[in-house]
């Protein structure tokens, strides 16, 4: 069987998953029933969810290991329990693992006896452009803000149906970004999505077997949550480059606004060092006659987030990666068999130039692309845990005819000193350089490649509130050395709730 008759299987059988959504939505509804109960049961002795289970606030120096549990993409990595509870109530507020504290006893009670975990939090990025180079973007600041509610719920504990779990997310996104304004090929914030809305992102069912050796799962996911996906430098950077290598999974139009479509994925953790994964998921994006990238790569279609529809064909990732304690090894490869073509309009020597994706029966069918990541300490003071300097590097690879990007190859290196200031053990100061090179057709000797620029200090104030002054220097905006150089200043704000 070849690969596009494996796809168009695969595509066949996620149709039979829409009971999924309705189980999903369903639990989530009856889980309310419990919180009054709950709420009158005499204190617990140990008011702290389980690490495995929990949401809480963004970890900035951990050890890279971490990065081999599964995480949504925006969702903060845990940290260790909270200290003792104070006397002081403003005291055990600026402790709290979280902005809303455990709720009189009510959150810590809802995962301890139910599996139910309620997180969530609010990222926020204030931004200016005191030069926006030649181009003729207008200097100004922006705002970028997304709140996310996350609810993960153990049913083992809560039917005792041993394995198997629920991760529902719901999100609101609004604002704009100064980056995108100036024309450059990198956003000034990590947003993940060019639309206002309010909305169900993500849900799965998860079913873990043979003491976690395999997991299943089945939902509405997102391809960038699990492939080429850092979560322990989520935190650690703005720009999406040095934490995402999504350009691999979106050149194969893997689905962008919104990243979350119908797909089903398997995990192998056949060591506690190795881990593969493979994904196929419905490209399900607004409507392929359409030839405006708004119209082809759009939320439009399922605004609510609820819809299982499933068309246009699919995207296949898979991912290898090499996991220990002072670093970690990735290696992935994402394809779609759709006939897809790139149209090319405008000019590049004018930097008018404007890509165009979409659908065309005679078109060639199949679009590779791979990606490569290497995160490694190599300084570490007290030998095991998270503090130190560690260095990392991502490269990504594509054809030079297909895709919806109008580049084809990425080069990301990062440089990370955590906690290496007295006192200051939770905080960081990072460095990192985006290289992004335009694909070989549409090279000429002023339109090859941007270079991006991004430093910043990571201020953990409290365990819930995290501050990040930013400076990024945007070289060559859109890849056309006569637009310039722009010089984005600011800060960005994360509260876990």
């Known amino acids: 069987m070849n690969s596009s008759m494996l796809q168009a299987e695969c595509i066949k059988s996620l149709r039979g998953i829409a009971w999924i959504r309705h189980l999903v939505l369903v639990v989530a509804a009856l889980t309310v029933g419990f919180i009054p109960a709950l709420g009158q049961d005499a204190p617990a002795k140990n008011s702290f969810v389980d690490a495995s289970h929990r949401i809480s606030e963004p970890q900035q120096s951990s050890d890279l290991s971490n990065s081999s549990q599964p995480a949504d993409a925006a969702q903060p990595a845990s940290s260790e329990a909270s200290p003792s509870a104070s006397s002081d109530p403003l005291l055990n507020f600026w402790n709290s693992p979280t902005l809303t504290g455990d709720w009189g006893g009510v959150r810590s009670k809802l995962a301890e006896k139910r599996g139910i975990t309620i997180g969530g939090f609010w990222d926020n990025g204030y931004f200016a452009d005191p030069s926006a180079g030649n181009t003729r973007a207008n200097i100004g600041e922006s705002n970028w803000s997304r709140i996310r509610g996350i609810l993960d719920i153990d049913m083992n504990k809560l039917v005792h149906i041993k394995g198997l779990s629920l991760h529902i997310t719901s999100t609101y996104n609004v604002g704009s970004d100064v980056g995108a304004n100036m024309g450059s090929l990198v956003n000034a914030v990590g947003n993940n999505t060019g639309y206002h809305q309010l909305r169900l992102d993500s849900w799965w069912a998860r079913q873990d077997l043979f003491n976690s050796k395999l997991s299943l799962y089945v939902g509405q996911i997102s391809g960038v949550d699990f492939f080429g996906y850092l979560p322990q430098d989520f935190a650690h950077f703005e720009t999406l480059g040095p934490y995402y290598a999504p350009l691999a999974l979106y050149n194969s139009f893997e689905s962008f606004d919104p990243l979350t479509t119908p797909a089903a994925m398997i995990e192998i953790n056949p060591t506690k060092h190795v881990r593969i994964r493979s994904m196929i998921q419905s490209i399900t994006e607004g409507n392929p006659a359409d030839p405006a990238i708004s119209?082809?790569?759009?939320?439009?279609?399922?605004?609510?987030?609820?819809?299982?529809?499933?068309?246009?064909?699919?995207?296949?990732?898979?991912?290898?990666?090499?996991?220990?304690?002072?670093?970690?090894?990735?290696?992935?490869?994402?394809?779609?068999?759709?006939?897809?073509?790139?149209?090319?309009?405008?000019?590049?020597?004018?930097?008018?130039?404007?890509?165009?994706?979409?659908?065309?029966?005679?078109?060639?069918?199949?679009?590779?692309?791979?990606?490569?990541?290497?995160?490694?300490?190599?300084?570490?003071?007290?030998?095991?845990?998270?503090?130190?300097?560690?260095?990392?590097?991502?490269?990504?690879?594509?054809?030079?005819?297909?895709?919806?990007?109008?580049?084809?190859?990425?080069?990301?290196?990062?440089?990370?000193?955590?906690?290496?200031?007295?006192?200051?053990?939770?905080?960081?100061?990072?460095?990192?350089?985006?290289?992004?090179?335009?694909?070989?057709?549409?090279?000429?000797?002023?339109?090859?490649?941007?270079?991006?620029?991004?430093?910043?200090?990571?201020?953990?104030?409290?365990?819930?509130?995290?501050?990040?002054?930013?400076?990024?220097?945007?070289?060559?905006?859109?890849?056309?050395?006569?637009?310039?150089?722009?010089?984005?200043?600011?800060?960005?704000?994360?509260?876990?709730?």
């Open 295 to 497: 119209g082809f790569y759009n939320w439009t279609d399922n605004p609510s987030g609820t819809s299982e529809a499933i068309r246009d064909g699919g995207v296949w990732n898979n991912e290898i990666a090499y996991l220990y304690g002072s670093g970690e090894a990735h290696f992935g490869a994402s394809y779609s068999g759709a006939r897809a073509y790139t149209e090319w309009t405008g000019s590049a020597f004018s930097g008018t130039l404007v890509t165009t994706p979409g659908f065309q029966s005679n078109s060639n069918g199949g679009d590779e692309n791979f990606y490569w990541i290497l995160k490694q300490y190599v300084y570490r003071p007290d030998g095991h845990s998270g503090r130190g300097i560690a260095l990392g590097a991502t490269y990504v690879y594509g054809p030079a005819d297909k895709g919806f990007l109008p580049y084809n190859r990425q080069l990301v290196v990062t440089a990370e000193a955590n906690g290496l200031i007295p006192k200051r053990p939770k905080d960081s100061i990072n460095f990192s350089f985006n290289y992004l090179d335009i694909r070989g057709p549409l090279q000429i000797p002023i339109f090859k490649s941007e270079k991006v620029y991004e430093l910043n200090y990571v201020l953990q104030v409290n365990r819930w509130l995290m501050w990040m002054p930013n400076l990024q220097i945007h070289q060559d905006i859109g890849a056309n050395p006569l637009n310039g150089t722009g010089v984005i200043i600011g800060f960005r704000s994360m509260i876990t709730f």
